[in-house]
């Protein structure tokens, strides 16, 4: 018997009958790993998604509001994202750097992968804005960015408050902030 996992649907196939009909069994909620196909592994189906058990109401508000409150606080730290100018409105807030960076830098490249690896540290008053230092003609006229790796700290509407380059590190970044 060959067991197939296909659009929400477990197919069974009967090679010994000669038969290549499958018959669809419905599946609810359930993810079947690769596991759950290997002889022994009756631990390989797994409940469904915690939103999947909330809808159900199989949990209970007191372990919802924790699970919540994480969200929040990992959604509460600041971010590093792509560059759009609606963007900059963050500045009223918080601060809003803008890292002109490009894909064929080595130190950009660096810097870039320090600040994903560490997206929690990013205080969650600031926003960093990744700018395609090579397509950005406009920003960098408006701000005399010459170079890439060169990093902008922008007011609510755009204005330059500090301009400097060379952050090896996120947490270098971060003690250019104003």
């Known amino acids: 018997m060959i067991v197939v996992v296909l659009a929400g649907g477990w197919y069974f196939v009967n090679k010994d009958s000669g038969s290549m009909e499958a018959e669809p069994v419905a599946m609810e909620k359930t993810q079947v790993s690769a596991d759950a196909m290997m002889p022994g592994k009756e631990d390989a189906v797994k409940e469904g998604t915690m939103a999947d058990k909330v809808q159900d109401g199989a949990m209970m508000q007191e372990e919802v509001a924790p699970a919540m409150e994480k969200q929040d606080a ?60 090579d397509n950005a003609k406009d920003l960098k006229m408006k701000y005399g960015v010459t170079y890439q790796h060169t990093l902008v700290e922008v007011d609510v509407e755009g204005n330059q408050i500090t301009k400097w380059s060379g952050s090896p590190t996120l947490a270098e970044l971060l003690t250019q902030v104003k």
Not at 84 to 98: C, H, I, T, W
Not at 118 to 128: C, G
């Open 74 to 133: 990992m959604m509460a730290a600041g971010r590093y994202e792509t560059y759009a100018a609606e963007k900059l409105s963050f500045a009223s807030k918080g601060k809003v750097v803008l890292f002109f960076r490009a894909g064929w830098c080595p130190t950009c490249r660096a810097l870039d992968a320090d600040i994903r690896s560490h997206l929690s540290s990013i205080p969650e008053n600031v926003l960093i804005l990744d700018v395609d230092y």
